[in-house]
């Protein structure tokens, strides 16, 4: 158990669906992560906050919309998702950005038909 | 931007053998280097990091040493339990890109570890 929890851990999801994925950190950390690990590909970020302000966007396709209400929650909105956007979706916490260390929560998979 | 090459993909051992994973990275700015463990359904944990003020770090049976001048990091695991059998990942990063106060983390491709009984 590392702090940060996810949920659905499992979400299939057709192209014209609108969902939301939904992390939650438990540590008192100020900065939250989205990344996307695909098979046989590194991890990739795509967002992250720090202190509730979004100071990473990585060329994320708008289909993908975040938002960090507070330091201890984090959402994706998702909607009219591609099958290639299947991937596992890990979110991550730091104390702080920078040379911190980021702990992972377990992920959801998402599945798009 | 910075570039990270892992390898080597799979690594197949005995039970009591050594592992070892190596990277290597492109931005000589870098100097923060985590390894990270990822078991099946769950997300990666930290295992060991280095930071470039230091060569070498130990702790138990996993050590990481850092060559800053070749620009690449390495992973050993010594007296390997089929326990060890996961997903290793290494990642770089600057830690305060552009004075930015962030530093994006770059990981490698990562490598398949299994230990056989």
């Known amino acids: 158990e590392t702090g940060v929890t996810q949920t659905p851990r499992h979400l299939v999801m057709g192209m014209t669906n609108k969902k939301s994925l939904k992390c939650e950190q438990h540590l008192g950390h100020n900065a939250m992560y989205w990344y996307k690990q695909s098979a046989k590909k590194p991890l990739e970020l795509m967002f992250v906050y720090s202190l509730e302000e979004r100071v990473e966007n990585n060329s994320v396709p708008s289909r993908f919309s975040p938002e960090c209400p507070n330091s201890s929650h984090l959402f994706l909105h998702l909607h009219t998702l591609q099958p290639e956007d299947s991937a596992l979706y890990l979110c991550?916490?730091?104390?702080?950005?920078?040379?911190?260390?980021?702990?992972f929560g377990p992920g959801t998979r998402l599945t798009v038909l | 931007g910075e570039n990270v090459e892992q390898h080597p993909s799979t690594l197949s051992v005995q039970e009591g053998d050594s592992a070892v994973i190596k990277c290597t990275y492109s931005?000589?700015?870098?100097?923060?280097f985590p390894w990270y463990k990822q078991e099946l359904g769950k997300g990666p944990q930290l295992i060991i990091d280095i930071r470039s003020n230091v060569g070498e770090k130990k702790d138990q049976r996993i050590a990481v040493t850092l060559n800053k001048t070749a620009k690449h990091f390495s992973l050993h695991i010594t007296e390997t339990q089929p326990e060890d059998s996961a997903v290793y990942f290494c990642a770089a990063t600057d830690g305060n890109a552009g004075g930015t106060s962030y530093g994006k983390l770059t990981f490698g491709q990562g490598t398949i570890l299994t230990v056989h009984p």
């Open positions: 991550a916490s730091s104390l702080w950005t920078g040379l911190n260390e980021q702990f």
């Open positions: 931005d000589s700015a870098s100097n923060y």
